[in-house]
């Protein structure tokens, strides 16, 4: 590890007033040209208990983190915070995917959709930028499974969306299907394509191999970028599967999204957006002009404290303790799909996740209701319903789910 350590408490709360006392000062410092300030006063009031919560002080405190701070200058009245956020990015590249030091750009985003609709931007303008592309030459290749944020980013960039197929029983990609698709695209003009590998789905936990994307699109001599949606498997699979090379040790991946208010237990609106060099450049803003150094995102003004909230959950546990956090969940899911298996239950589970995916003809909708697991589709009939195990979801939870689930099939064999 490179930069990845464990921090005691006062270490990290020193670190972040430290910090904080880099930032502009809205209540002592002369500053009349920002329009922004510490949170109001009336309403969140500094209490004497913030100085022993460095998240909630960061929060009051309000730092803008504007830009991307991995390149060029950012604004100067924040640079504490932004430092810290570096630090974020530092251990997440290069400690967690591999990138070698300094080789990367990326920020802390308001989420997954945002970064992954910020990496089919930035490849859109890429293609249109450097090889003169025409906007109907682009094409998102992405599976059946993908998120919602992958047909969202879509429609707002004017791009077609290449929906692969997957199998049912393993939700790998069809590859036959694929090459098809990729054959019939050429056909029709396309010559550019951005791909997004899986890591990780919404509702199975399913991970794409991006090998079966790169083999097609070279065989047909195809140009292409390849993105990485780790939103869900980003803080899971690097640490359950230690052997795993999706990452930027495979130099035909370009970029990764990771969520950081899933797994990792941030305040929702923390997404991880981290790319290559040489590729972020293309989403420039020059309009921005009074942004001290170069507005990247898609967001522009973002909050400081959800990075800061991530640089304390990481520092918190150190490489080593988050390898144990994600070991127990991993021994949890095994509890569940063992205890499955007795019952004959059907199931979907990726070995290296922590979600199980359960055939719904098993189960009742008012057993589904009670434990609130999640449907496939919330306006339709149901295939599929999963069970997340997130850090709260102990063993006697789910051996109450069983016991439920035992009684709820013995009485469809009665019946």
């Known amino acids: 590890m490179w930069y990845w ?30 329009p922004a300030s510490k949170l109001d006063g009336q309403v969140f009031y500094d209490a004497p208990f913030l100085k022993e ?15 991307c701070h991995t ?14 956020e570096r630090e974020v990015l530092n251990v997440l590249a290069v400690d967690v995917f591999k990138a070698k030091p300094h080789s990367f750009d990326g ?10 609709i910020q990496a089919l931007w930035m490849y859109r303008n890429y293609f249109r930028y450097k090889k003169e592309a025409e ?30 197929p997957v199998a049912t029983d393993t939700r790998a990609i069809d590859k036959n299907a694929l090459e098809k698709l990729v054959i019939e695209a050429k056909q029709n003009g396309k010559k550019y394509f951005i791909v997004v590998s899986n890591l990780g789905t919404t509702m199975f936990g399913s991970v794409d191999h991006p090998e079966d994307y790169i083999s097609v699109l070279e065989k047909h001599h195809l140009d292409y970028k390849l993105h990485i949606d780790g939103a869900y498997g980003g803080f899971v699979y690097p640490f ?16 990764i999204t990771i969520d950081a208010h899933k797994m990792l237990q941030a305040p929702y609106g923390t997404g991880v957006f981290i790319c290559r060099k040489g590729l972020i450049e293309n989403v420039l803003t020059k309009e921005a002009a009074y942004v001290e150094g170069m507005d990247l995102t ?7 404290a959800n990075a800061i909230a991530v640089w304390m959950i990481l520092f918190t546990y150190g490489p080593n303790g988050w390898f144990e956090k994600v070991s127990v969940l991993q021994m949890r899911t095994q509890f569940l799909c063992k205890e499955l298996d ?4 059907v199931y979907f589970r990726e070995p290296h996740m922590n979600i199980v995916t359960l055939d719904a003809t098993y189960i009742p909708k008012s057993l589904a209701a009670k434990y609130h697991l999640v449907p496939e589709n919330h306006h339709g009939d149901n295939l599929w319903y999963k069970i997340v195990l997130m850090h709260h979801v102990e063993v006697e939870h789910l051996t109450t789910f069983i016991a439920d689930l035992k009684a709820a099939l013995l009485c469809l064999k009665t019946n």
């Open 107 to 116: 920020y802390i985003s308001p989420g997954g959709t945002e970064a992954n």
């Open 71 to 84: 390149l060029g200058a950012s604004e100067n009245v924040f640079s504490g915070t932004h430092e810290l």
């Open 135 to 164: 906007l109907h030459e682009i094409a998102i290749l992405a599976s059946e499974d993908t998120h919602y944020s992958i047909p969202k980013g879509a429609n707002l960039l004017h791009l077609d969306w290449i929906k692969v």
């Open 240 to 255: 359950s599967n230690e052997s795993s090379t999706i990452n930027f040790s495979n130099p035909n991946i370009s970029s």
């Open 342 to 345: 007795r019952l004959g239950i």
């Open 5 to 34: 350590k464990k921090l005691s408490q006062e270490e990290r709360k020193t670190r972040i007033q430290e910090a904080l006392l880099e930032n502009i000062n809205f209540i002592e410092d002369i500053s009349l040209g920002y």
């Open 298 to 304: 898609l967001c522009g003004s973002r909050s400081g």
């Open 53 to 67: 919560a460095p998240t909630l002080q960061t929060f009051v405190a309000n730092p803008n983190h504007i830009g």
